[in-house]
């Protein structure tokens, strides 16, 4: 399991470093409940979308990884990303902490033909009323069944309840609990 995991996260990070053009797009529409402005189908005019520039690779993990740190929520993106790329959507859907907003919001690729992401790196973890929240910066890419490219950048928001009584192993994982789609500026 763990070697699966790891050759998952490769592939997923190799196929994240591929920059392709976009091509237009018209702009999607609202799924509610699910994002600020959630695309029906990802879409932008802008060519120039890119994650932030950090030029200072990541760090190579020198042992197990806290559960409980930034890194483990990008962690959960890269494995949602690796499920959607591979078209396992209903397993992608566990990693969210509400499934139908997780079926809702991949309505917006299932009608493509090919759906990729590329990940940032995770902000800072921050903390509300018993929960931490982190965001990782990403940016959904593919094609349409029309052959057109695609390009939209997103915040993905992960979620998890801190280490407090009656909180439940699956409350203190990270889920993601929204993505949050950039304009162009």
């Not at 070697?3 to 392709?20: G, K, W």
């Not at 979308?49 to 190579?60: G, N, S, W, Y």
């Not at 509400?98 to 493509?112: H, I, T």
């Not at 915040?155 to 407090?164: A, H, M, Q, T």
Request: charged content about 25%.
């Amino acid at each position: 399991m763990t070697i699966r995991l790891a050759i998952t996260l490769l592939t997923t990070l190799a196929l994240c470093a591929c920059n392709r053009p976009a091509e237009n797009r018209t702009e999607p529409s609202t799924v509610a409940g699910v994002n600020d402005a959630a695309p029906a189908s990802a879409a932008t005019s802008d060519t120039n979308i890119a994650l932030p520039d950090d030029r200072a690779p990541l760090e190579e993990p020198k042992g197990p990884i806290d559960s409980r740190s930034a890194e483990a929520a990008g962690q959960v993106v890269q494995h949602y990303a690796a499920l959607i790329e591979q078209d396992h959507w209903k397993e992608s859907w566990t990693l969210w902490s509400d499934p139908v907003a997780a079926k809702e919001f991949d309505l917006n690729w299932r009608g493509d033909t090919e759906v990729h992401m590329e990940i940032g790196k995770p902000g800072d973890i921050e903390g509300a009323a018993g929960s931490s929240y982190v965001t990782v910066p990403g940016i959904f890419y593919g094609k349409t069944t029309a052959g057109a490219d695609f390009r939209r950048a997103a915040d993905i928001v992960l979620r998890r309840v801190n280490d407090v009584p009656g909180s439940t192993e699956a409350q203190r994982r990270w889920h993601i609990d929204r993505v949050i789609w950039k304009t162009a500026s």
